[in-house]
């Protein structure tokens, strides 16, 4: 329509239903007040520069609506809706819009979008007032990014029921009001720069601890959603999520140690050495099997034959394996069992020596001390098993306390 005329139907409702359009419908500048699409097959819908003001009537029933619509293609650009926008399915399946494209366009009313299947989407630079993307099936067909970035959230943004297949991008948003992220997020979420005002719920989210979504979400969105947790007092999912938030950590100070082996080594250690006893204070089994297999070395290291034999055998693994952390495990405990054979070997030989060069009525206490002090073996296992200790009721605490 042009911008300068009055259109026929300014304040009038117009409805399609049942309908097939086989080529573009393009809404530019003004547009109806009351425009539904029920029932139709789209081939693609533009709204362009369009200005969507409230009726002078202040009817309740202005809106644009589909409902029920499939759409092959929807863009909404630099436009200004005053009145509510909703895309609504109502039948059992899910309708479909192939491709959903929103920038830069202020939806001062009422936006929704619910119940569709949609296998391109982005969203970008727009203002919304209340915003309501539920039951959705996002990129179920597609392996492109989801993107929601630069969005100004003034009221409620609702994320519900919705499952989004390939990584969700929400960076650099402003949610001034309640958020709900009750998802599915397949691929991983990022909430890198984002600004949430009021409090987020975050209770319900799934997936984002399987292992194609933590190779995508950032330590920084793990931080957030740690965060919203603890806000609230659910302790269980604020360590789930912190543990997440240290693995990748753990990856950061691995990369960094491969490009430097000189920098960060000290916390690269710690963290190693966090994640093989308990997987960052998530899994109280690791602690309980190391806390056995400790004890149960600890009776047979002071036989020289033991400590032969394990050595030879953790240097024949490291030799053998290629899987990284294996590697360095066994590297590890077959330098450990040298040096308990070692420490072993010497501290019989003083013990020998003194016996041979003293009185043999004093060998009681002194021999007792020297052999003490030799001995490596006692030494790991009282450091090991406190490290342990502290590991196992940490994990244990985990549903109650961080």
């Known amino acids: ?61 202005d809106c644009i609506a589909f409902k029920d619509s499939s759409i092959d293609k929807l863009s909404i650009n630099d436009s200004t809706f005053e009145i509510p926008f909703v895309n609504r399915s109502y039948e059992d399946e899910n309708s479909t819009i192939n491709k959903l494209y929103i920038s830069g366009t202020n939806f001062k009313s009422h936006f929704e979008i619910s119940c569709y299947t949609i296998n391109d989407f982005t969203c970008s630079q ?50 001034k009001s309640n958020t709900n992220f009750e998802c599915i997020f397949n691929k991983g979420l990022l909430l890198d720069n984002s600004i949430f005002k009021e409090d987020a719920n975050f209770f319900g989210i799934k997936k984002l601890d399987i292992e194609n979504a933590i190779k995508n979400t950032s330590q920084e ?34 990369n960094l140690y491969k490009e430097d082996k000189t920098s960060h080594w000290k916390e690269w250690l710690v963290f190693q050495l966090h994640g093989l006893s308990s997987e960052h204070s998530s899994n109280w089994f690791l602690p309980l099997l190391w806390i056995g297999i400790v004890g149960f070395m600890s009776n047979f290291l002071t036989n020289n034959i033991w400590l032969t034999f394990l050595a030879i055998f953790f240097m024949l693994v490291s030799y053998k ?82």
């Open 1 to 61: 329509t042009n911008r300068d005329k009055k259109p026929f139907f300014e304040n009038r409702q117009v409805i399609f239903n049942n309908c097939n359009f086989q080529h573009k419908i393009i809404f530019q500048h003004k547009i109806p007040n009351n425009l539904y699409f029920i029932s139709s097959k789209i081939n693609e819908v533009r709204f362009s520069s369009c200005n969507a003001p409230k009726s002078k009537y202040n009817s309740n029933d």
């Open 221 to 254: 969105t793990y931080r957030i959603i740690k965060h919203q947790f603890q806000k609230i007092g659910n302790n269980i999912e604020a360590n789930k999520y912190h543990s997440l938030e240290l693995k990748k950590q753990k990856e950061k100070l691995d």
């Open 126 to 175: 727009n203002n919304f007032n209340n915003a309501y993307f539920q039951n959705l099936l996002v990129n179920e067909h597609n392996t492109n990014s989801t993107y929601f970035a630069t969005n100004i959230f003034e009221g409620i943004a609702n994320f519900q029921n919705s499952e989004f297949f390939s990584f969700a991008q929400f960076t650099h948003n402003i949610f």
């Open 321 to 402: 394996t290629s899987f990284t952390i294996t590697k360095r495990l066994s590297i590890l405990l077959g330098i450990f069992f040298l040096i308990s054979l070692f420490s072993g070997t010497l501290s019989n030989a003083v013990q020998n020596t003194y016996i041979l060069s003293s009185n043999l009525s004093l060998r009681g206490d002194h021999v007792n001390k020297i052999s003490t002090w030799f001995s490596f073996i006692t030494i790991f296992n009282k450091v090991s098993l406190g490290y342990l200790y502290y590991q196992f009721l940490t994990a244990i605490r985990k549903d109650t306390n961080k």
